[in-house]
């Protein structure tokens, strides 16, 4: 029962308005449960992208409120927000002189304040998983796309975060690479990993979310399982969606 679930993020009346009076997040209310996948979709501009990156305070709000465990997000508190939540971007965001290793050992040293010894053990375990056991020491200019973006996977992962956050996690990705990092993803979520995902890709809503919501202007529309996102979107907007992307 949902009730009974953790609530991780929940959003109270929360705005947020650029400076030429676009408003991105118009008075929203939401919350995202502990151990759900959870998939933000809908059109470009509809607030996506800025809803999750409100989450770390990767942007400020305007008026309202969020909550991450319970904690105000603000700008005192980013940091300590932003080793529970990890961020998987577009367009990975790695180090381009450190290798991907070294880019997955920086958070947990640098903000945790673990020693090497105790969590490389963990780390290289993660490129295991993610099928990068071969190239822990390339650089990330010596891998293609899909790779760098599971390199970013095993980034987030290191800081061991109760939240994943994933910025259109394949939108710069060439076709025949998405598939490699939405099967990591799948996996993750099979673990019932906590994962907040802005994506495009029907298929992996379809198959591995627990709730997809649709965003419209700044609001969330309709919020559902996916047997009803797909069977019985309930709002003219989710079904014009559909019908285009599908």
């Known amino acids: 029962m949902e009730q009974e679930k953790r609530v991780v993020v929940e959003f109270k009346d929360v705005v947020k308005q650029f400076e030429d009076d676009l408003v991105v997040l118009d008075h929203l209310n939401m919350k995202f449960y502990d151990g759900e996948t959870h998939v933000l979709c809908g059109r470009s501009g509809a607030g996506k992208s800025t809803l999750i990156r409100c989450i770390n305070y990767l942007e400020s709000i305007n008026a309202g409120e969020i909550l991450v465990e319970g904690e105000a997000v603000t700008k005192k508190r980013a940091r300590a927000i932003r080793k529970k939540c990890g961020m998987v971007f577009q367009s990975f965001n790695l180090f381009p002189h450190m290798t991907i290793l070294e880019n997955a050992l920086l958070g947990p040293m640098k903000s945790l304040n673990k020693q090497k010894a105790e969590i490389i053990e963990k780390v290289e375990s993660y490129f295991h998983k993610v099928g990068l056991a071969e190239k822990m020491r390339a650089l990330p200019g010596e ?95 989710v079904e014009r969606f559909l019908k285009q992307i599908l």
Do not use: W, Y
């Open 143 to 237: 891998l293609s796309g899909g790779q760098k973006q599971r390199a970013a996977i095993v980034r987030a992962l290191a800081m061991e975060p109760d939240l994943i956050l994933f910025d259109e996690p394949t939108s710069a990705l060439d076709p025949e690479m998405i598939g490699e990092v939405l099967n990591v993803m799948k996996q993750l979520s099979d673990e019932g990993r906590t994962m907040l995902v802005v994506t495009h890709e029907m298929g992996f809503a379809r198959e591995a979310a627990d709730k997809i919501s649709f965003m419209d202007a700044g609001k969330i529309v309709a919020t559902k399982t996916p047997v009803d996102f797909f069977h019985d979107p309930g709002h003219e907007s």
